[in-house]
């Protein structure tokens, strides 16, 4: 275990009077601003309205929030079973999770795309790249939140890697006294990575539709799987199995699947063909 002395990074970005910005707020809108731009270029590049991919964000985001809410007060039941009501909504005082998230977003996305008879899969390929670079950048909301960390470092590990970080890493990741392992960073690196990857298989390749999404999927889903082992504020299915890990498994398991069958039937035609509606 590496011992520190803890300089903690202030959460907030800017007080104005009783308003208060917290940089976790701030970073996460901005990983939504600039997938949604990016989305919104690859969207008109197709030929498709932008207005279609910005309406989808406009209702995915509320129902995302919803339902990242709604799956950790469901994991995490125990904890306001026989406390006041009103704490089960009370997200200011944190308590999210992703795979919800995700659950709500692609549920709204895909009641919207059959609403307006548009090609769901073709939309979640061009939106893919665009959320899992929204999930590199809002990482750094849970770092400086000192929150979604791995257990203590030891001090092999300690100089062998981490002292090699900025120092405003290690000190965040300095909490009462001990160094933590960043599993922010390996998160947002991992998905850094996957954004580049999704983007080359989308212009190089040219796969089926629903394919960069489902790449997507499954990308994100391993190196969740193996991150998640390390953190210590996990959500739990069972007595010892992590609901992330759990999922993430199931995920990588469908998304195979899907992309196997969708091939064999025919049903998907390729990621620039605008013939089919799937």
């Known amino acids: 275990m590496q011992v520190c002395t803890p ?15 917290y940089w976790y707020g701030l970073i996460i809108a901005t990983g939504a601003f600039l997938g949604l731009l990016i989305a919104t270029r690859e969207t008109e590049r197709l030929g498709l309205k932008k207005d279609y ?21 469901l994991f995490e039941w125990d904890r ?5 009501w009103w704490k089960v ?10 795979h919800g998230g995700l659950i709500g977003a692609v549920l709204t996305a895909y009641l919207y795309t059959r609403a307006k008879k548009l090609s769901f899969w073709q939309m979640a390929d061009i939106a893919a790249p665009s959320i899992i670079l929204g999930q590199a950048i809002g990482r750094w909301g849970n770092f400086m939140n000192q929150e979604a960390h791995g257990g203590p470092v030891s001090e092999s590990f300690y100089n062998n890697y981490m002292q090699y970080l900025p120092d405003f890493i290690n000190q965040q990741m300095c909490i009462e006294g001990t160094v933590y392992h960043p ?11 996957g954004f580049i990857l999704l983007l080359i298989l989308r212009h190089k ?3 089926r539709r629903g394919e960069v999404f489902l790449s997507y999927v499954i990308w994100y889903s391993i190196g969740r799987y193996f991150i998640e082992g390390m953190r210590t504020d996990s959500l739990y299915l069972f ?4 609901t992330a890990q759990f999922i993430s498994i199931v995920l990588i398991v469908l998304s195979v699947i899907l992309i196997i069958y969708r091939r064999k039937s025919g049903m998907a035609d390729k990621y620039y063909s605008g013939k089919k509606v799937k």
């Open 89 to 98: 909504f009370a997200v200011w005082e944190g308590g999210i999770a992703i």
């Open 183 to 193: 599993t922010f960073l390996y998160e947002s690196l991992w998905s850094i990575i």
């Open 239 to 242: 007595a010892e199995i992590r």
């Open 205 to 207: 390749f040219d796969p």
């Open 7 to 21: 300089e903690p990074l202030n959460p907030v970005f800017l007080q104005l009077g009783p308003l208060t910005i």
């Open 53 to 73: 991919m910005v309406d989808i964000v406009v209702y995915a985001i509320p129902a995302a929030i919803i339902c990242a809410r709604a799956y950790y007060v």
């Open 80 to 84: 306001y079973a026989g406390g006041p």
